[in-house]
């Protein structure tokens, strides 16, 4: 009887017509993500995840976002369901996601295995590199269907590094620090997409070797590294952390009037908008070459 209701089953399937191929594409955690059909209803988990989701044309598909999530404009608007810290599930769960966008940095991943139980697909971004930035888009507009736009901004992206790269080739070393938090002070070390930009405008992270991705350092090891150049980025009142380096006139950035102020969000989220971070970032040690 057993034996007889297998080969049923096996003829039903036989019998049934193929689905069209699956939509595949691989994530931060070395996984293949697979949808049935183009996702319609998203949820962005982060921030930058909102902007990339836009970036790739799905803008409309997003049902909902993390916390913070206040770019492009259309973003601020929309129903909220967590941030970095705790996410409300039984939210998400009620929106019946068909795609849910995770950050690696900033999202539990034990929050998130709940809800892969639950039946809800999971797609984790982490942007390390300026390839990864364009690899993001392209695959979230292949899961929500819009592959060739995602492709056109990608490849723009790719297009507007490649042409810092070449100006910037050769260019004289300048030795940079760039703070990213006052107390404790913290930095980024050679791993971190704004140190790669600091290098592609052909500066010197002298905090590249450190261990971690955002090392917290003291202010006796900026006076041994000497940085020519001390660089933060934000709203103006940053700034007080610029002046607070003045009462140390022996540091080479004091003494050469090379404290810079870059425009917030654009170096901060590794996102398309990056590339006019980096962009900014060159012109700044362009101008810092010049005081030396």
């Given amino acids: 009887m057993i034996q007889r ?4 089953l096996v003829a039903c399937l036989v019998l049934v017509p193929l689905t069209a191929q699956a939509i595949c594409a691989g994530d931060a955690l070395d996984r293949q993500v697979c949808l049935e059909t183009p ?28 916390a913070w999530s206040d770019y492009p404009a259309e973003a601020a608007s929309l129903p909220q369901v967590g941030d970095s810290n705790r ?23 034990s929050q998130l295995e709940r809800l892969e139980n639950l039946g809800v697909t999971v797609f984790w971004l982490a942007p390390r590199t ?12 292949l899961l929500t269907g819009d592959a060739t736009i995602g492709q056109h901004r990608a490849d723009a992206f790719r297009a507007d590094i490649a042409e810092l790269q070449a100006r910037y080739d050769g260019a004289s070393p300048v030795r940079v620090f760039f703070q990213i938090w006052d107390q404790p002070l913290m ?15 052909g500066g010197v992270n002298v905090f590249g070797h450190l261990p971690r991705l955002v ?13 020519q150049a001390i660089v933060t980025a934000g709203d103006a009142g940053k700034d007080t952390w610029l002046k607070e380096w003045q009462q140390y006139p022996e540091l080479a950035a004091v003494s050469l009037g090379n404290l810079f102020l870059e425009p917030p969000d654009l170096l901060a989220r590794p ?16 101008q810092a070459r010049a005081n030396l």
């Avoid at 209701?5 to 049923?8: A, E, I, K, S, T």
């Fill in 130 to 141: 300026f390839n990864d930035i364009a690899m993001a888009v392209e695959n979230l507009a």
């Fill in 5 to 8: 209701g297998l080969v049923l």
């Fill in 87 to 109: 996410l409300d599930l039984e939210a998400i769960v009620s929106l019946a996601p068909d795609l849910v966008v995770a950050w690696v940095d900033g999202n539990s991943r």
């Fill in 271 to 286: 996102t398309l908008r990056f590339a006019q971070g980096a962009r900014h970032l060159c012109q700044t040690l362009e």
């Fill in 187 to 201: 930095t980024v070390n050679r791993e971190e997409l704004i140190s790669k930009a600091i290098e592609l405008c």
């Fill in 215 to 227: 090392p917290r350092l003291s202010i006796e090891a900026v006076l041994a590294a000497n940085p």
């Fill in 39 to 66: 996702a319609r209803r998203v949820v962005s988990l982060s921030p930058g995840a909102t902007e990339l989701l836009f970036s790739a044309g799905a803008g409309d598909r997003v049902v909902a976002v993390s």
